[in-house]
Structure formats: C-alpha cells, structure tokens
C-alpha cells in the first residue's frame, strides 16, 4: 500500500467528515478553539497534499506557494476568504459546501427577521431586569411579518429558501438578482425589482449575494437612504456586503427602523461596536449553517471534495470549475 497523502485541516469538524479523512490520510488537525495564526498555516502547509479549511482562515497565494497543495477544500459554501483565481492559476481545485446548509441558514434568517420585527431581545432583557409589570397596551410594538413585503436580494438556494418562507407569511415578495429567474417567479409568485425598487419597496430587506467585488458594500448610505424608515435590513450573507459606517448611523438616525444581523464587518465583532449596543439592531455570532444536520452534511461534503482531489478525481461540489480546463490543458 502506498503511502496516504497528507492534509492539514484547520480546525475540528464534525466526526461525520473527519473520520473518513482520518481513515484515508495522515491528518494533522489545528485542535485549538481560535483558528491557527497564519504562520502555523503556511507551515502546516508545507509537506501537504490537501487543505481543508474555514471562512475564518485566509487562503491566498502565499499559501499556495507554501507547499504543493493538490486541493483545497472548505468547510462552508462561501469562499471569500480563498484566493480562487490564484487557486485556477496554479490548477488547484477548491471544494465547497452548497446545498446542505441552504434550509439552516434560511431559518435563521428568518428568525433574525421576527426576532427584529417583533423586538425579541428587548423583551427578553425587559423581563430578566425585572423591567415588566404589566401587560402594556403600546409596549414593545414591532412590525407585522404576515403579510408585509419582503426583499430578497440575490435568488440563489438560500435566497429562494428565505422567499419560500416568505411566502408562508403571506408576504409579497420581491427579489433583485443578476437575472430574472422566471421559473421560480410563477412557481412562487415572486416579483423582479432593480435594487432601488427593492429598496425603496420592501418592509424587510434580506441580504442573500455572495461577497465578490460587485457586492462589498452593495449595502451602503445611499442604499439605506433608500429604504423605508419603517424598514428591517437583515444580513445573514457576508458582512462585507454591508457599510458598517452607514449601517450605525442609519440606526442611530432612524434611517432604517433595524438590523438583524448574522454577519458583520469586522468579524468577530466586539461587544463595545456601536452595531452590538444599538437596541435596534440584533446580532448574532455567524451560525446560520449552525445545526447539528447542516454541519455534519458540510463535514462529510468536505471530505469527499478533499478525497476526490487528492486521488486526481473531479471534485462533485467545485467552487473553481474552470479550473479543470487549466489541469486538463
Ligand atoms: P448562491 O446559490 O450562489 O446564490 C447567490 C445568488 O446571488 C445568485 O443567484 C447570484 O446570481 C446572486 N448574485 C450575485 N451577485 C449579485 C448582485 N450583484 N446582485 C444581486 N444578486 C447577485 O449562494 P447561496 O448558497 O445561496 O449562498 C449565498 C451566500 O450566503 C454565500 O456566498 C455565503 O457567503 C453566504 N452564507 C452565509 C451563511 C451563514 O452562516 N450566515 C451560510 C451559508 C452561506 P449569479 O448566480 O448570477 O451570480
């Protein structure tokens, strides 16, 4: 039996995927809470045939150029944080994880958007400080979810999964996309809108694009300018695609009535931000693929990706498709 490739995974995934690639490859796993500092990876790196990694580790050339590495694959299924056009340069695959987390991620958008309409955490702090005595007839009034309109910017899996929801709630539904997506316009009853429509339009505006160069700060003073006083932002995409600036001024001016939020920028926030103690605006710490199913599925689809690349195989869930014409030549 030849040798087993060796891999460095980052941090510890569920057994579901780590499991099989500990089976098929000397791993070595960054058993740390806090992700490895960027000098363990590129010297972890060095001797490996595969990478399996996190959106909390950045993956660019250098660490490219620090080893031979045949794959690369990511436990989510945004890859901001790689270098993909460095990667095709030198005909490394990168997996990812589309699909599995699409319906978790979706719940937790729409939580975020009725724990903000609905003022959730106020309530929660009202009770714990022993705040309530009574049932108060214009007490924490929020806005009505059933029936209002909601925007869903970029209509991909997770953005169609949060407009499915949508339209459980009765909501009228738009949607602004890189295309019309005519299909799920009649299946779903959803209407296109430029962005400036959406914005101006919508009660609750939820953030659904992968970060690219297009999108950073696709959310910025004018966009929230846009929107509607009454108006909800939720972002459960990248926290990028938000000006952090001008989100905390829309909040502490009233531009908007609130943020809930999955993502930010910087990421990890710190508990002083202005956006964490802004009573109008809820954020959480990045788990909207956070449950026990989506995160086994992501750990097993990593595995595979990483395995198939590391025996010359075509990865099944590939972020860089294009490179295959660079290996192929
Ligand atoms: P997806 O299926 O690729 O959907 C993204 C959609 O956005 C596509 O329809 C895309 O259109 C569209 N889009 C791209 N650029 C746009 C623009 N400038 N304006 C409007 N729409 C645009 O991806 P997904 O699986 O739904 O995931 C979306 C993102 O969610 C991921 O990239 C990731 O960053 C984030 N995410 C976050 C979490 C979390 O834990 N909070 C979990 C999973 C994913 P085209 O196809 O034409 O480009």
Redesign the pocket.
């Known amino acids: 039996m030849g040798q087993q490739p060796k891999v460095y995974v980052t941090r510890s995934i569920p057994e579901a995927g780590l499991g099989v690639v500990r089976e098929a490859c000397q791993a070595r796993v960054w058993q740390e809470k806090l992700p490895p500092p960027r000098q363990v990876i590129l010297e972890e790196v060095s001797d490996c045939d595969g990478l399996l990694c996190l959106l909390s580790d950045e993956v660019d050339a250098t660490v490219m150029d620090a080893g031979e590495l045949r794959v690369i694959s990511q436990y989510?299924?945004?890859v901001?944080n790689i270098d993909l056009e460095a990667a095709t340069a030198r005909g490394i695959p990168v997996g990812h994880t589309?699909?599995v987390?699409?319906e978790a991620?979706a719940d937790?958008t729409f939580t975020l958007l009725m724990a903000a309409a609905r003022r959730i955490p106020e309530g929660i702090e009202k009770v714990q400080s022993g705040a309530w005595q009574t049932w108060e007839p214009m007490g924490l009034l929020g806005a009505q979810v059933w029936g209002a309109t909601l925007g869903v910017?970029?209509?991909?899996?997770?953005?169609t999964a949060v407009a499915r929801r949508g339209r459980g709630f009765q909501m009228r539904v738009l949607y602004?996309?890189?295309?019309h997506k005519w299909k799920l316009e009649e299946e779903l009853g959803l209407i296109y809108a430029s962005?400036e429509e959406l914005l101006g339009e919508a009660d609750f505006v939820s953030v659904?694009?992968?970060?690219?160069p297009?999108?950073q700060q696709?959310i910025d003073e004018g966009a929230l300018r846009r929107m509607k006083p009454q108006a909800i932002l939720v972002n459960?995409?990248?926290g990028e695609i938000v000006d952090t600036q001008a989100l905390v001024r829309a909040l502490e001016e009233g531009w908007i009535a609130g943020a809930a939020l999955?993502?930010t920028d910087p990421e990890p926030i710190s508990a002083d931000h202005p956006l964490v103690r802004l009573e109008n605006c809820i954020v959480v710490p990045?788990?909207?693929?956070a449950t026990v199913r989506a995160r086994e599925r992501m750990a097993e689809m990593a595995a595979q990706n990483l395995l198939a690349g590391l025996r010359g195989e075509r990865l099944p869930y590939c972020a860089n498709p294009q490179v295959y014409q660079v290996i192929d030549g």
């Open positions: 989510a299924v945004g901001d589309p699909g987390l699409t991620t937790l910017i970029g209509l991909g899996r997770i953005g602004h996309d890189t295309e962005l659904h694009t992968p970060l690219l297009e999108t696709l459960a995409a990248r999955d993502v990045h788990i909207g693929s």
